[in-house]
Each structure stands twice: as structure tokens, then as C-alpha cells.
């Protein structure tokens, strides 16, 4: 194949790809979320974006208390499960993928881990981090586009005879030289002073409390050795005493 020239290159249409590849895992929970004006696009973002914080919670719980089977046994019938995961389109994918398996236990239908992948969870926790961000992108660029009246960027996709990306590749990364503003370095300076400031507080009331504990114990020491060697001296007299009265006629 030849190389097109530069200014024909420029002035095709340019086509919006797909970035499913960065969310393996994830992808068919954000399957169909755009930056669309339409009523139906805008209830399927909320139920997408609903699913995805239901599933970051579950395996948020699973990942701080993995041995507790209430968090790795969901019951799939009635509740809020069934309404935010159950119901959403890929939201039992997502489950499929971090491991959870349908079973029926005593009459009901259960999802339940029986193995905890944690660098598998903390992968797909995180691709649900950058979609829940990607989402928030679109929804924000397209309430903007509503108060300006222009017209959504999905348009000049359709017209091109592609599909729009349901979303968006993730934000680059921050430069690493970044010279922060003076307002912005004096803000981290404060929250730096009022940091250290409380943990000596809380340094200080923990000496404090082992001060008091440790004179405490010395005092009960001093209360307690001095009766006990009462009751060693009084017991050789109380014989003493019990035995003349017992030899008295």
C-alpha cells in the first residue's frame, strides 16, 4: 500500500476508535456508554455508573475481609443487588470475570467466591475507577454541550459511517516536572502542619495514658506489698492467741 499525502490525510474525516482494550475485564459493563443527548443514553450511563460503584463495593469488602462469606456470597434474587448489578447490562460479567460462580443453596440463587484472586480484584476495581472517571468525563462535556446548545461529538462519528467510542481512553498521566502554584504550595504546607500537628497530639495523649498507667501500677504495688506482710506477721500471732486460749481451763 502507498502513502496517502499529508493534506489528504487531513482533511478525511477523522474516526473515533475504540479503547475496550484498556478494560478487559469491564468492558461489556461499559458497552453502549457515550456522550449522547437522548434520554435512553443517559439512563443507561446512570444504570452503568449505579453497577459500577455496587461492584466496587463488593470487592472492596472482599478485599479488606476476604475470610468473611458474607461479602463473598451475594443472594442474585430481590434487593439492591438484583436492581444495580442484576439488572445492568454486563454488571454479571464483571462478577464472572473477579471469579463469582451462580449456585443454589437452600431453594435461593447465590453468586459466590470461593477463591480470592486479590491481584485479579485489584485489577478490575481499578478499570472500574477509570470508567467511573471516563463516565464522569462524558456526562460533564455533555451537560456543557447542552448549556451551549451544540451539538454532541457522536454526530460527525455517524456521519463518517463509524461507532462512537463508548469510552474514552485514559487521561494521560501528569508531567513529572510540575511547578505548583503559590497557593497550591502554601494549601500543602498547612495540610503538612496540621498532620503533624495532630499525630503529636495523639503521641502526646498515648504517653500520657502510659504515664498514668505505669503510676498506677507502682501505687497499687506499694498498697498491696505492705498488706500482705500484715497478714504474713498477724498469722503466727492469731496461732499464738488460739493456742493459749485453748490451753486455758
Known amino acids: 500500500s502507498t502513502l496517502q499525502p499529508r493534506a489528504e490525510q487531513d482533511t478525511r474525516p477523522r474516526r473515533h476508535h475504540s479503547h475496550m482494550g484498556d478494560l478487559p475485564h469491564t468492558s461489556a459493563l461499559w ?24 461492584l466496587r463495593t463488593i470487592l472492596t469488602n ?103 467510542s463508548p469510552l474514552p481512553s485514559p487521561a494521560p498521566a501528569a508531567p513529572r516536572h510540575h511547578r505548583a502554584a503559590p497557593a497550591e504550595v502554601r494549601a500543602q504546607y498547612s495540610l503538612q502542619v496540621k498532620a503533624r500537628a495532630a499525630v503529636m497530639r495523639i503521641a502526646d495523649r498515648q504517653a500520657r495514658q502510659q504515664q498514668q498507667q505505669q503510676l498506677g501500677d507502682a501505687w497499687r504495688r506499694k498498697l498491696l506489698a505492705p498488706s500482705l506482710l500484715h497478714v504474713l506477721l498477724l498469722v503466727p500471732v492469731l496461732a499464738a492467741f488460739l493456742y493459749a486460749y485453748a490451753q486455758s481451763p
Open 31 to 54: 458497552s453502549g456508554v457515550g456522550a449522547g443527548e437522548s434520554a435512553e443514553s443517559r439512563t443507561r450511563a446512570s444504570e452503568a455508573v449505579a453497577c459500577a460503584r455496587s
Open 62 to 164: 472482599v478485599l479488606e475481609l476476604p475470610s468473611k462469606l458474607e461479602y463473598r456470597r451475594l443472594r442474585a434474587t430481590g434487593g439492591a443487588f438484583e436492581r444495580r448489578v442484576g439488572r445492568c447490562t454486563g454488571g454479571l460479567a464483571v462478577l464472572r470475570a473477579a471469579g463469582f460462580e451462580q449456585q443454589e443453596l437452600a431453594g435461593a440463587s447465590w453468586w459466590t467466591l470461593r477463591e480470592v484472586n486479590e491481584p485479579l480484584l485489584f485489577a478490575i476495581r481499578r478499570e472500574i475507577d477509570l470508567g467511573l472517571a471516563a463516565a464522569a468525563r462524558l456526562q460533564h462535556e455533555a451537560a456543557r454541550r447542552r448549556a451551549a446548545g451544540e451539538a454532541p461529538d457522536a454526530c460527525s462519528s455517524a456521519a463518517a459511517g463509524d461507532t462512537p
